[in-house]
């Protein structure tokens, strides 16, 4: 009888915590190629828009410009953990929609944009800190901790279906970074959100 009770208490003792945050990996993928950014997305059904969040709400057109020459760079002092991204839908259109699914993303973790005309540039890459963890919240509620790797490649990253109503709201909280060599605040080149078809 002891045994049982002590292997019980080892499982017990080893499960996750009740509540504890499932944590996506990125799978990394295919090197940037400008040429071939817009392609299919969530933009298939309606845009979206991205708004740094902080004392003032500013929109970032850099991260979802199709283009992976510009960055949206972090500025605050003392680097980016805590700051926070903001994906907005449009009323009407979501609207016009019903029933569309968001369930990825994918990234360009890092200042993409090449110093010399020929392309991804890692020693301007390496510059800025890039993300290294992320909480994913959907309408205020915590869904995910997302674990994105050091690369200057497209990364995805895959979640269940998330059906988006009007007023909706998806938020990426900066938790950990990697050290940029010249300045502590991160750089995203691109976030494309994943989802209509």
């Known amino acids: ?5 002590l292997g019980l208490t080892l499982l017990l003792a ?3 915590h009740a509540g504890a ?3 996506l990996k990125a799978k990394v993928g295919p090197p940037v190629v400008e040429e ?5 997305s969530l933009h298939c059904a309606f845009p979206w828009q991205v708004f740094a969040l902080g004392e003032k709400s500013q929109p970032v057109y850099s991260t979802n410009d199709n283009s992976a020459r510009t960055a949206w760079i972090d500025g605050r002092p003392g680097g980016s953990v805590g700051s926070k991204l903001e994906f ?3 009323d009407e259109l979501v609207k016009e929609m019903p029933g569309t699914p968001l369930y990825g993303f994918q990234i360009i973790n890092g200042n993409w944009a090449p110093d010399d005309g020929t392309g991804g540039n890692i020693r301007n890459w390496k510059q800025h800190a890039r993300i290294k963890r992320l909480r994913l919240a959907y309408n205020g509620q915590t869904l995910y901790t997302v674990a994105l790797a050091d690369s200057p490649r497209w990364q995805s990253v895959w979640f269940d279906d998330i059906i ?6 998806m938020t990426f909280e900066i938790l950990e970074t990697y050290p940029g060599r010249e ?6 080149s691109e976030i494309v959100l994943q989802g209509a078809h």
């Open 183 to 188: 300045a502590p605040g991160i750089a995203v």
């Open 1 to 5: 009888m002891i045994p049982r009770i």
């Open 14 to 16: 080893s499960a996750p």
């Open 88 to 90: 907005v839908f449009p």
């Open 164 to 169: 988006i109503k009007p007023g909706d709201r």
């Open 21 to 23: 945050l499932p944590t």
């Open 36 to 40: 071939l950014m817009g392609g299919c």
